[in-house]
């Protein structure tokens, strides 16, 4: 019998959360919207450890993305008649969700793209549990990984990782790595595009994994990458002037 999946992802991920319940038992997703106290309580504590100025720069750096974009993002439409049984909540870490969590009593849970999760959240997950991370985790913990790898000038850095959740940032257990085949990654003309190749290459592994496809295994990089955060908008603009990446 297949494993009971619950998903907790972020609300742009919705087609991709579709593909998972055509594909695998999901029982049950948890969608997070962030509400504006989280975004608020996010933008504190950046302003807190950062600085006014960063914090700026990082703002910037996300309109003038969005801008590029042409304001286009991920599918919020979440199809909830696709799932079982799906909620939607302003704050991942919320009591709902634990609740959640121990009604359906998966065999594994999918993480992708919400906030950081906290203790009694990652407590209640079973021990089958995975998170995509869109970078190499022995170079590069955070957000934006596909950036910084290019940043630095080390394009051979790009990748994805599916690791289990622990309390630090992109710190579980590493149970897939993989990165995207280098010529679609060459032909790319915007960061965006490269963004979606890696991202596409993880959501394969997971699927693989929730399917039955792949069985986990357990790699011990040499290393634990460093920690980074979203980059400024002169350090986009600089990025765009060396590579001509829009």
């Known amino acids: 019998m297949s494993k009971r999946v619950v998903l907790l992802f972020g609300v742009e991920h919705a087609a991709f959360a579709r593909r998972c319940a055509q594909g695998a038992n999901v029982v049950g997703v948890v969608f997070e919207r962030r509400s504006l106290q ?8 950046r302003l807190r450890r950062l600085g006014t100025w960063t914090v700026l720069g990082q703002l910037g750096h ?14 919020e439409e979440t ?19 634990v609740a959640f969590l121990r009604k359906h009593q998966p065999d594994a849970v999918a993480v992708y793209g ?10 209640a997950l079973p021990k089958d549990n995975y998170n995509i991370h869109t970078g190499l985790t022995q ?6 990984s596909s950036f910084w790898a290019l940043y630095e000038d080390h394009p051979e850095r790009l990748g994805v990782t599916i690791h289990r959740l622990s309390p630090g940032i992109d710190t579980g257990e590493i149970v897939l790595m993989a990165q995207p085949p280098g010529n679609m ?13 890696i991202a596409e290459t993880g959501e394969m592994l997971l699927l693989d994994l929730l399917t039955g496809r792949r069985e986990p295994a357990r790699i ?12 400024t908008l002169w350090q986009y603009l600089r990025l765009q002037r060396r590579t001509g990446l829009r």
């Open 38 to 45: 989280v975004r608020m309580n996010m933008l504190t504590t």
């Open 62 to 75: 996300r309109v003038y993305r969005r801008l590029l974009r042409g304001c286009i993002r991920g599918s």
């Open 79 to 97: 199809g909830k008649g696709t799932f079982p049984e799906a909620l939607m909540v302003g704050d991942i870490n919320g009591d709902e969700v």
């Open 114 to 123: 919400t906030s950081l999760l906290r203790k009694p959240l990652l407590e």
């Open 139 to 144: 170079y590069y913990r955070g957000v934006c």
């Open 185 to 197: 990654v060459g032909k790319a003309q915007t960061l965006a595009e490269i963004d979606r190749i």
């Open 220 to 231: 011990s990089p040499a290393a634990r990458g460093t920690l980074y955060t979203e980059p």
